[in-house]
C-alpha cells in the first residue's frame, strides 16, 4: 500500500466511532443503574489481586482553548483543602465496603492538572492513601503534570512521595502553535525539568503531544520530532484534536483556518509515526508510542497489553477503583462514574446519597465482547482457541455474522481471519476501532454517532 491508498483507507473509517476504553461504551452507562451492585463488587473483591487507583484532580491555573476536559479554571489554591476533604471522605466511605486492605500496584493522578495540589496538600493525601491502602514495592506511581505550573523542587517533593512516573503535558514546542491553543510554554524550563527528572530516578518520563493544531504542518512538527528524539521519553502520547467548539465554547478562541485538514493530519501522523519507529519507537495503538525495551512494547509482542481508563497497561484485568469528579470505577463487572460537575459530586459526597452520576453492570456476554474487543484493538490479535477456552464457546459458530462483517476488512487485507484466530494486518492498525464496533452488539455494524464519538482515525 503506497501513502495514496493508506489516505484513501483512512478517510473512509474517518468516521464517528467508539474508543472502547470501556465495554460496553459509556454512553451505555444509565442513571438508573442500582448503585447497590457496586457497593455488592467491593464487598466480593478479594485480597489475591491488587487494585488499580486513579484519583482525579480537577483544578487548573488557567484554561486552554483546545481542552476537552470538565475543568474548574482558578489560582486560588485554597479550593484544595475542601477538595482533599472530600475525595478523602469519598475514599472512607467506599473502601469501607472492602473486607481488606487492598495492595495497590498502580496508582495514578489525572485531571485536569493533578500539580495544582500544594507540597504540603500532597503530604497529607499520600499519608492519607497510604493508610487505607498498602503500596505494592513494585507499585507504579504515575502523575500527569503541567510542566508551566511547576519547578524542580516540586519535581524532587513528588519523588520523595515515591512517584516514579511523570507525564507532561507539552502539545507542541512551536510559538506560534502555543500562542494560538492558549499554553505558552518555556521550552528551556521544560529541558531542566525533564533532565531533573532523569536524575530523580523517575522509571518513566513521558510527554503527551496534539496533532490538528493551529499552525501546524509537516514543516513545524518536524521540530516536536526533533525535540521528542533529543529527550528520549519512555512512553509518548500523541492525540488527535478533537474540534467542538459547539460544545467546547472556549475551543472558538483558535484560528479554524490555521488548523491543518484531515490530509495534513494524516500525513503529520504518519510522518511521526515513520520517524519514531525508525529511531526505536513502537507504535502503540493509534494514538501512542514507547522504546522498544519498554514494557508496553514488550507487551504488545507478547499480546499481552491491556488498557483502561488510564490508558494503556501491562497489567492485567485489574479492579479499578476511582476517586474525584468524573472519575470511572470498573470493580468486578461494574462500572459507575462519579458526578462530573464539581458540585454535584461534593453534594454526592457530603450527603452520601446519589453517589453516582450513572454505571452499568456487565453481564457475561458483555464481559465476553469486551475480551474480543480489547484483545483484537490492543493485541491486534485474537486466538480463536483461547478464547473458546476461556468461555465455553464455539467462537467460528457463535459469531459467523460478525466474522463474515469482517471479510470486508480482509479483503482489503486490513486482517486476515484464520479457523483459529484473527490478525490485524499492519494497515489494519489505522481503523482497529472499527474492528472493534464489528463485535460490540449495542450498535448496528453500519451505524454512525456524529455527536458522541471522535473520529476513527
Ligand atoms: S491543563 Fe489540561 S485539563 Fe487543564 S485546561 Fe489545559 S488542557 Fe485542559
Redesign the pocket.
Known amino acids: 500500500m503506497d501513502t495514496i491508498d493508506i489516505e484513501r483507507l483512512i478517510h473512509k473509517y474517518n468516521t464517528p466511532v467508539p474508543r472502547y476504553t470501556s465495554y460496553p461504551t459509556a454512553v451505555e452507562f444509565s442513571a438508573d443503574f442500582n448503585p447497590q451492585d457496586y457497593f455488592t463488587a467491593l464487598t466480593e473483591m478479594t485480597s489475591e489481586k491488587p487494585v488499580s487507583l486513579y484519583l482525579h484532580i480537577p483544578f487548573?491555573e488557567?484554561?486552554?482553548f483546545?481542552?476537552?476536559?470538565n475543568?474548574i479554571?482558578s489560582k486560588r489554591k485554597e479550593m484544595n483543602d475542601d477538595f482533599l476533604k472530600d475525595i478523602m471522605n469519598e475514599i472512607i466511605y467506599k473502601t469501607s465496603f472492602i473486607k481488606f486492605k487492598p495492595v495497590v500496584s498502580q496508582l495514578h493522578f489525572g485531571?485536569?492538572?493533578p500539580n495544582f495540589l500544594r507540597i504540603s496538600d500532597w503530604q497529607k493525601l499520600m499519608d492519607f492513601l497510604h493508610n487505607y491502602f498498602i503500596f505494592s514495592s513494585d507499585i507504579e506511581l504515575s502523575i500527569e503534570l503541567?510542566p508551566m505550573v511547576m519547578d524542580v523542587t516540586y519535581l524532587e517533593n513528588l519523588r520523595s512521595f515515591g512517584f516514579n512516573r511523570v507525564s507532561f503535558?507539552i502539545q507542541d514546542v512551536n510559538e506560534q502553535t502555543q500562542r494560538a491553543i492558549g499554553?505558552i510554554q518555556n521550552m528551556t524550563h521544560i529541558d531542566e525539568l525533564f533532565q531533573k527528572a532523569r536524575e530523580l530516578g523517575f522509571t518513566s518520563v513521558n510527554v503527551d503531544f496534539i496533532y490538528g493544531l493551529p499552525f501546524q504542518n509537516l514543516e513545524t512538527y518536524q521540530a516536536n520530532i526533533n525535540w521528542i528524539l533529543k529527550f528520549k521519553p519512555d512512553r509518548m502520547a500523541m492525540f488527535s484534536y478533537a474540534h467542538i467548539p459547539w460544545i467546547k465554547k472556549h475551543q472558538a478562541q483558535m484560528p479554524v483556518e490555521a488548523m491543518p485538514n484531515a490530509s495534513e493530519k494524516l500525513r503529520i501522523y504518519l510522518s511521526v509515526e515513520s520517524q519514531l519507529n525508525m529511531n526505536g519507537y513502537v507504535s502503540i495503538g493509534m494514538d501512542h508510542f514507547a522504546k522498544v525495551e519498554d514494557p508496553m512494547s514488550q507487551a504488545l509482542k507478547n499480546k499481552s497489553l491491556h488498557r483502561n481508563f488510564m490508558g494503556y497497561t501491562t497489567q492485567a484485568n485489574l479492579d479499578q477503583l476511582a476517586f474525584g469528579p468524573s472519575a470511572i470505577s470498573h470493580v468486578q463487572g461494574v462500572f459507575v462514574q462519579n458526578h462530573v460537575k464539581l458540585r454535584a459530586y461534593e453534594k454526592s459526597v457530603r450527603d452520601k446519597v446519589e453517589l453516582f452520576e450513572k454505571g452499568i453492570k456487565q453481564n457475561n456476554e458483555d464481559k465476553l465482547r469486551s475480551y474480543i474487543i480489547q484483545s483484537i484493538m490492543n493485541n491486534l490479535y485474537l486466538d480463536i482457541n483461547e478464547c473458546n477456552t476461556l468461555w465455553g464457546i464455539d467462537f467460528n459458530k457463535k459469531f459467523s455474522t460478525e466474522i463474515e462483517n469482517l471479510r470486508e476488512f480482509e479483503k482489503n487485507e486490513l486482517v486476515k481471519i484464520y479457523p483459529d484466530k484473527i490478525e490485524v494486518k499492519p494497515y489494519g492498525r489505522y481503523i482497529v476501532r472499527h474492528l472493534g464496533k464489528i463485535f460490540d452488539a449495542y450498535r448496528k455494524p453500519s451505524e454512525e454517532f456524529t455527536k458522541r464519538f471522535s473520529r476513527g482515525i
Open positions: 487548573c488557567h484554561r486552554c483546545y481542552c476537552g476536559c475543568v479554571v485531571g485536569g492538572t503541567d503535558g499554553r
